[in-house]
């Protein structure tokens, strides 16, 4: 399976990339995480509860980060163990490019595979669990960013002003003569 996408953040470059790296805030974010647990430099254990089509089961595995570029960008290497229900494993490139002052755009690639039960249910639902997965991550991501960095709301446009009398009178002055041919 392979799933590429961007977002956009409501933060800044150096801001999205604590976040990503806090990982209170990753364990909040992602759907079914229980626990998201150092165990060394950039080494995570992981425990969370999936579904997958009729496949639902809790997973254990671990998360390695590497070829750390802050605050542009590093490599996720994972894997996990679902008992009967299967594992999976994979790499995740995550790449970070500002846009402007509190705007930051998220690249991703992710390249993983599953076997066991989950592998026999199909590719297909398979890859639509992980859109999902995706999609559920970046809403509460992007809501969690919004909390801790106070993002405003996008200010309304301001009304548009209206024209000077004498400005305003000329002008319906002229588009009357166009269409009347009194010009």
Not at 22 to 36: S, W, Y
Not at 106 to 123: C, D, E, M, N, R
Not at 150 to 178: S, T
Request: glycine share 10%; net charge positive; hydrophobic share 45%.
């Amino acid at each position: 399976m392979q799933l590429t996408g961007q977002e956009t953040l409501p933060v800044a470059q150096a801001q999205a990339w604590a976040a990503l790296n806090d990982t209170e805030m990753l364990r909040a974010a992602i759907a079914g995480c229980e626990a998201l647990t150092p165990l060394a430099e950039g080494e995570y254990e992981v425990l969370m509860a999936v579904a997958i089509g009729p496949v639902k089961a809790k997973f254990k595995g671990k998360l390695k980060l590497s070829d750390l570029k802050p605050p542009t960008s590093y490599q996720l290497a994972f894997e996990g163990q679902g008992g009967a229900a299967g594992h999976g494993k994979g790499q995740a490139q995550v790449r970070l490019e500002t846009l402007g002052p509190r705007e930051t755009l998220l690249h991703y690639t992710v390249v993983a595979t599953v076997g066991g039960k989950i592998a026999q249910i199909g590719s297909r639902l398979v890859d639509l669990a992980a859109q999902k997965m995706a999609a559920d991550f970046f809403a509460a991501f992007n809501q969690a960013l919004q909390a801790r960095y106070a993002v405003a709301a996008a200010a309304a446009p301001e009304p548009a002003k209206p024209l000077p009398k004498r400005l305003l009178d000329w002008y319906l002055g002229w588009l009357g003569r166009i269409f009347t041919g009194k010009i």
